[in-house]
C-alpha cells in the first residue's frame, strides 16, 4: 500500500462526486417535504416484508416476463458490480490493488460473476434500446409526456451502461494482460476478459495507459452517473425503496375522509359531538384555513410527492388505464411526471437541470390554455379534462412496480375542484342534487323510492293467478 499524486486525486474526485450528490439530494428532501404531513409510523415488519418483496425481489415486474427478466440482469448486475466498485474506491483512496483478492476463492467467484453480467448488462441494455427505439414503437413508450427530454434521458442511461461495462473490461482486460506479460499471476477469475486480451497491444506501456484510462473511466463514469440521477428517471434505483416502504397498507379501494368534513358530519348525526377546537400558530394565532384537496403540490401529502422521484417512467400505469386505452386524455404517468416538474418549477430543481424540451405549449397542445399568472399544478400542468377521465379502478396503482399511487392525487384534485371551486361536471351536479333533495343520486322522490317493489308484487300475483 502506497499513497501517491494519484490517491490524492482521486479522494479529491471522490468527495466532490459524493458531496455534489448529497447537495442534490438535500434539496430533492426538501420538495418532498413541502407536502402536507402524514403520519406513516407503524406497521415496521409489514412494511420491511412489503419492501423486500416489491423493491428487492421485484416481484410486480414479472407480470411482464420479457422486460423483467432483462431487467433482472441489469438489476443484479448493478448489486454485483457495486462490489467491485467498492474494491476500487479502497484501491484509489490507499493505492492498494485489488484490495479484496484476500477472499481467496471467493474473489475468483466475485471477479467471474462481475465480467458475466457484466456482459449480460450490454445484452440486454441493447434489447433495452431496441425495444425502445424500434418501429412502430412499443404503445406505452409514447405519449406527449415522453416527447423529447424524458426520451432523451431513458437512452443516455443505456448509453452510459454500456461505456462503464466496456471501461471495466477494459481495465480488467489490460490488467490480465499486463500481467501475463510479466508471467505473474493475476488474482481472480476473468472469463471474457481473457477472451478480449488478444485484442490488446503488447506493449506494457500501452497496456498501463489502457488499464488506468479504464479504472478513471470507470470510477469517474459512476461519480457522474451518480450526479446525473437527481435529474433523470433512474433516480428510481434510490428512490424506490422507501416509495415502497412508504406505501399504503389499506385496502386499494378505501379512499380518505377530509377531517374537517368528518367532523361536522359526526356532529350533524351526534349532537353531543365536540368538534376539535382548529390549530394554532406557536404564537397562538389562528392558522390559515387548510384548502379541500390539492390545486398545487405543496397541498399534497409527502408521500404523493416521493412517488413522483420514485417513478421510473415506464408506462405500465398508463397501458392498463381503461381511460387512456379508449383515447381519453389522462395518462397517470403524466400525472406523476407533472407532480415532479411543478416541483422543481415552485421549490429546487437538481443542479443539473433538467430540460423540459417539449416546453408546456407543446405539452399541453390538446389542452386549454394555461392561466399564466396563476401556474399551478391544477390547470398549470394537469387539466379537469384529464381528471374527470379517471374511473378509479386502481389499474395503475396495481400495475407500478414500485408501488406509486397516481389515483391519490388525482382525487385530492378533483376534491379541490368539487369542493373549493364547485366546478365538477355537469352530471355530478345533477347527482349532488338528487343526493341533496331525494337522498339518492336519481331524480325520483323518496316516497316513490318502493315503487319497484309494488310493482313487482303486482306482477308476480298476475302470474300466479294466469298459472292457477
Known amino acids: 500500500m502506497h499513497f501517491s499524486i494519484e490517491n490524492f486525486l ?15 439530494a438535500r434539496k430533492i428532501r ?7 404531513d402524514r403520519d406513516m409510523s407503524g406497521n415496521v415488519s409489514e412494511r420491511l416484508n412489503k419492501t423486500l418483496l416489491v423493491a428487492f425481489g421485484q416481484s410486480k415486474m414479472f407480470k411482464r416476463l420479457t422486460p423483467a427478466f432483462l431487467h433482472l440482469i441489469v438489476y443484479v448486475g448493478f448489486l454485483v458490480i457495486n462490489i467491485e466498485v467498492l474494491e476500487i474506491m479502497v484501491d484509489g ?3 492498494t490493488h485489488r484490495f479484496l483478492q484476500f477472499l481467496g476463492p471467493l474473489y475468483d467467484v466475485l471477479m467471474a460473476t462481475n465480467e458475466i453480467l457484466g456482459a449480460l448488462v450490454i445484452v440486454a441494455v441493447a434489447a433495452f434500446w431496441w425495444r425502445r427505439n424500434r418501429k412502430p414503437p412499443v404503445r406505452r413508450f409514447q405519449g406527449p409526456e415522453l416527447r423529447a427530454w424524458p426520451r432523451l434521458d431513458a437512452n443516455i442511461i443505456l448509453y452510459v451502461e454500456v461505456v462503464l461495462m466496456a471501461a471495466l473490461f477494459t481495465m480488467n482486460t489490460a490488467d490480465l494482460k499486463l500481467h ?7 488474482p481472480g477469475t476473468f472469463p471474457i476478459s481473457s477472451l478480449l486480451v488478444g485484442l490488446f497491444p503488447s506493449s506494457e506501456a500501452a497496456l498501463h495507459v489502457l488499464e488506468r484510462m479504464g479504472w478513471w473511466a470507470h470510477i469517474v ?31 386499494q379501494g378505501q379512499f380518505s375522509n377530509v377531517e374537517s368534513i368528518t367532523h361536522e358530519v359526526k356532529a350533524m348525526m351526534d349532537p353531543s359531538y365536540e368538534v376539535p377546537a382548529p390549530a394554532t400558530a406557536p404564537d397562538g394565532s389562528a392558522l390559515a384555513p387548510t384548502p379541500f384537496g390539492a390545486k398545487d403540490v405543496n397541498d399534497l401529502a409527502w408521500t404523493n410527492l416521493l412517488n413522483a422521484y420514485s417513478c421510473t417512467e415506464c408506462g405500465r400505469c398508463t397501458s392498463v388505464c381503461p381511460a387512456n386505452i379508449t383515447g381519453k386524455l389522462l395518462s397517470p404517468r403524466k400525472i406523476i411526471m407533472d407532480t415532479r416538474d411543478r416541483m422543481e418549477e415552485k421549490y429546487n430543481s437538481p443542479l443539473i437541470f433538467n430540460p423540459n424540451l417539449y416546453g408546456q405549449e407543446v405539452k399541453h397542445e390538446s389542452q386549454e390554455v394555461l392561466d399564466k399568472e396563476n401556474h399551478t399544478l391544477l390547470r398549470g400542468y394537469v387539466t379537469p379534462e384529464e381528471l374527470w377521465a379517471c374511473t378509479t379502478c386502481n389499474a395503475c396503482v396495481e400495475a ?7 389515483l391519490e392525487s388525482i382525487v385530492e384534485m378533483r376534491r379541490f375542484l368539487v369542493l373549493e371551486e364547485s366546478a365538477a361536471p355537469n352530471s355530478l351536479n345533477v347527482m349532488f342534487s338528487n343526493i341533496e333533495n331525494n337522498g339518492a343520486p336519481w331524480a325520483f322522490s323518496p316516497s316513490d323510492r318502493f315503487n319497484w317493489a309494488d310493482d313487482l308484487y303486482v306482477a308476480e300475483k298476475e302470474e300466479l293467478e294466469v298459472r292457477s
Do not use: D, T
Open 180 to 186: 501475463q506479460l510479466r508471467n505473474l499471476e493475476m
Open 10 to 24: 482521486f479522494l479529491l474526485v471522490a468527495i466532490a462526486g459524493f458531496g455534489l450528490f448529497a447537495w442534490q
Open 221 to 251: 463514469g459512476i461519480l457522474c452517473f451518480l450526479n446525473y440521477l437527481p435529474s433523470s428517471k433512474h433516480f428510481h434505483i434510490i428512490m424506490a425503496f422507501p416509495n415502497v416502504y412508504y406505501s399504503r397498507l389499506v385496502p
Open 400 to 406: 407500478c412496480p414500485v408501488n406509486i399511487n397516481p
Open 93 to 95: 483512496i490507499f493505492g
Open 30 to 36: 426538501a420538495n418532498i417535504l413541502v407536502g402536507r
